[in-house]
């Protein structure tokens, strides 16, 4: 009787590690191993949080999961981002198939390979999840391992997504007789009229009222059935359904709107997936639990197996600098507080060759302190700018941080003027905020701090590997019953209760 494919996982990973001792540098290896291995031959999904980033391209965790997929008998599909897929195809891989003496089939593709196929299939999350939301082949159910699963709702809320654009509109007209382009027209400017009265918000975004989409009601009526199928489906699904945002999204400066319909809680499409086959969810840190409870709602994920490895306290630590005498972020006095107190840090590294990054959320006032800074600091001082060196101090949103931070020096010192708690001055949230509170859910607990805690892990993992200093102005730390959580959320951290930068120096 041969050996469950969890005790061939974990001696021949313990074997590679001991003779291979430069990719021992994690401590986790053997348990996700034996939790993916278990996966595969049970067919019962589980969730992990390895609390490392899972968008870099060389993923320390990642010989945990692949040893077991090379290892069944069975085709495994690896959904991980796109920047990964290089060096794990060059390099990652074809170690393991040597060390293991196997050669098991690797496909890379868009679409999924053909029923027989018995090896891995390499893809990224967004063009799996695509696939099953769209055409899905539920005949196909081998264990699938999704590494980077952190904003796995958000990126199927953006795939069932249906947007018009003003390039939709000429489509429109195109499909009908021209005596009915006059009147498409003519409800097209009565739409942007409407939506050029709202009030302007940072987000240029607006949900659209009753009155705007009796606009819409009134245009379909008007047209022949030969509307063009993006249309009919815009429609079909504004029609009395309650658990749709529909909002649009305006550019003042040429005069265009863009309309978008989406579901409020992809939660239901998501486990249908979830359930026609078995899946390895590999996260950084979704949440501070480890049952992950407010995650799994949000994807549709039942009971299941679920594991939060935690970081090293040697090797991942940072200083965490959070000043108890801040005012809070929704009073007139924190603005210019928060001015003084970057200045004084930077004046304290002011000798240093050290990059700074500060994350900003609020948009005026990100232009306010970059000007500011730039009068006294001159050109080290950059907003949202890539091309970037160690002596210069980058002026940052959330989402640039996001998206380039590693493309961009590591900051010795990271700045955050205020938590990344998802703002209700935007149309979108507010809805989703609405959409919670009609369900009796801690729409807080359960929705926006989640979100700002899973930002916030995201943007301070370069800074663990720095081993530099955070540090952080919002006083809703020290004063709100959730603070006790964002600062679970960033340990292990050394805080310190005063400006110390002589850490820099180590």
């Excluded at 401590?27 to 980033?53: C, E, F, P, W, Y």
């Excluded at 170690?95 to 593709?109: H, S, V």
């Excluded at 998206?403 to 900051?411: C, I, K």
Aim: aromatic fraction near 8%; proline fraction near 7%; hydrophobic fraction near 40%.
């Amino acid at each position: 009787m041969s050996k469950p494919i969890e005790i061939t996982a974990h001696t021949t990973l313990r074997d590679l590690l001991r003779h291979q001792t430069e990719i021992a540098d994690w401590n986790h290896h053997l348990t996700m191993a034996r939790l993916v291995a278990r996966t595969i031959r049970l067919d019962k999904s589980a969730l992990i949080q390895t609390g490392v980033a899972t968008h870099r391209l060389e993923g320390k965790y990642r010989i945990g999961y692949l040893l077991p997929a090379l290892l069944c008998d069975r085709a495994v599909t690896i959904a991980l981002p796109t920047i990964c897929h290089p060096h794990l195809i060059t390099i990652e891989l074809p170690l393991l198939q040597q060390w293991l003496n196997t050669n098991k089939p690797i496909y890379c593709g868009t679409a999924s390979p053909p029923p027989e196929f018995t090896g891995l299939w390499i893809t990224d999350p967004r063009t799996w999840l695509n696939l099953q939301l769209h055409h899905p082949t539920p005949d196909r159910n081998h264990p699938t391992i999704v590494d980077g699963a952190d904003d796995i709702a958000s990126l199927a809320q953006q795939l069932l997504t249906i947007t018009l654009t003003p390039e939709d509109w000429d489509f429109l007209r195109v499909s009908q007789d021209p005596d009915r382009w006059q009147s498409i027209g003519e409800i097209e400017i009565q739409l942007m009229q409407q939506l050029w009265q709202r009030p302007q918000n940072p987000y240029n975004c607006y949900l659209l009222d009753s009155t705007d989409r009796s606009l819409i009601g009134s245009l379909i009526d008007r047209l022949s059935p030969a509307i063009p199928e993006k249309w009919r489906a815009f429609y079909t699904r504004s029609i009395g359904l309650t658990d749709r945002l529909i909002w649009a999204t305006i550019d003042r400066t040429h005069g265009k709107f863009t309309l978008a319909i989406a579901p409020i809680d992809p939660s239901g499409e998501l486990a249908t997936i979830w359930k026609n086959q078995p899946s390895v969810l590999i996260t950084s840190a979704v949440d501070v639990g480890k049952e992950a409870i407010g995650y799994r709602q949000e994807i549709g994920l039942g009971e299941i197996t679920a594991v939060k490895f935690l970081l090293d306290r040697q090797t991942d630590i940072f200083q965490l600098y959070i000043p108890r005498w801040m005012p809070m972020p929704n009073t007139p006095k924190f603005q210019p507080i928060l001015v003084d107190e970057i200045k004084h840090l930077l004046y304290l590294i002011r000798g240093r060759s050290k990059f700074v990054t500060i994350l900003i959320g609020d948009t005026p006032l990100k232009a306010q302190l970059a000007s500011l800074l730039a009068a006294e600091w001159g050109s080290r001082v950059q907003v949202e700018q890539t091309d970037l060196n160690e002596s210069n101090i980058l002026i940052s949103g959330w989402e640039f941080w996001q998206q380039h931070q590693d493309d961009l020096p590591t900051p010795k010192l990271l700045i955050i003027a205020t938590l990344p708690i998802p703002s209700l001055e935007d149309p979108l949230v507010a809805a989703k905020v609405s959409f919670y509170k009609q369900q009796k859910q801690d729409w807080f607990r359960l929705y926006l701090l989640p979100t700002g805690l899973k930002i916030l892990h995201r943007a301070i993992d370069p800074i663990r590997s720095s081993q530099g200093v955070v540090a952080i102005f919002d006083n809703r730390i020290n004063q709100r019953s959730y603070g006790k959580q964002v600062l679970a959320a960033l340990a292990p951290a050394a805080r310190i209760n005063y400006a110390d930068l002589t850490w820099l120096d180590r």
